[in-house]
């Protein structure tokens, strides 16, 4: 386990950075960013933060269920969280497909380069997660449990709150940073 | 334990709750921009701190892993509070 925590670790500084460098940015023209802000749907924003709570609270049910050898209910919660993952790379697809029906995109400028850089590392590590979760499920459905199963599911239980911690830090920095 | 008395289903509870406080309160009128902003970006410093605790299970972690992810949201939203108030400063 000591490599995953030196690789969500790394993870974690770098999003910290990069997170610095839009406040950074941001500096140069806060009344574009404030502008740019408005047009985000904050009220998506907040509903995918409560649908990545929700995938990981079944998560962490998940591996309390692989803890007491509870595999059927592992197996339901694997698969509750993967569909809740499935569920926030669907929002996060209706969001980008609305910015660009409006034809907002990553040369729109500086705010909205950020926007999908930022959304987009976050949106792969989603489907990363989902896709890992789904592969849990699978293996938990088909009974291919073996002495690697345990610190593989936590690595994946771990990776997976990792990606919501991220999102609980992007969401405000992007949609509700009010210019003060 | 059924699941609606387990400790980390009232985490879940509370961090949906602090998700609608700074998603559909704190941005309304009644608060001033500063108060509105700080107080999103404290509130989402806690919730990482219950994420990292009682979802990711380091409250028994080494001291220094603990720390290293407990202090990270911390660290984060000063900085980011730091150059948000520094920018209303110089405009």
């Known amino acids: ?180 | 334990m059924p699941v609606l008395r387990q400790r980390v289903t009232w985490v879940w509870l509370g961090l949906l709750g602090l998700t609608g406080l700074t998603t559909w309160v704190l941005p309304k009128d009644l608060f001033s921009p500063a108060v509105a902003v700080v107080g999103t970006f404290l509130t989402a410093a806690v919730k990482v701190r219950y994420v990292v605790l009682d979802f990711m299970e380091l409250r028994g972690a080494p001291i220094g892993v603990r720390a290293a992810f407990e202090a990270w949201p911390f660290v984060v939203a000063t900085i980011i509070l730091g150059l948000l108030f520094a920018t209303a400063v110089h405009t």
């Open chain 1, 1 to 180: 386990m000591e490599g995953v925590w030196v690789f969500l670790g790394a993870d974690t500084v770098i999003f910290g950075i990069l997170f610095v460098s839009f406040m950074w940015d941001r500096q140069k023209n806060p009344a574009l960013f404030e502008a740019s802000r408005h047009t985000l749907n904050a009220n998506l924003g907040g509903i995918d933060t409560l649908i990545l709570l929700t995938s990981s609270w079944f998560v962490v049910l998940a591996m309390q269920a692989l803890a007491r050898s509870d595999i059927h209910r592992e197996s339901r919660f694997l698969l509750s969280g993967a569909i809740t993952g499935l569920m926030f790379v669907v929002s996060k697809s209706f969001e980008y497909f609305q910015k660009f029906a409006h034809g907002i995109n990553p040369s729109t400028n500086p705010f909205f380069t950020w926007y999908f850089a930022l959304t987009g590392i976050h949106l792969l590590h989603v489907i990363v997660g989902t896709g890992l979760l789904g592969f849990l499920w699978t293996r938990s459905r088909r009974g291919g449990h073996h002495h690697l199963t345990g610190p593989v599911s936590e690595s994946v239980a771990s990776y997976w709150h990792l990606v919501d911690l991220l999102w609980i830090v992007l969401f405000p920095l992007l949609y509700l940073m009010k210019a003060v």
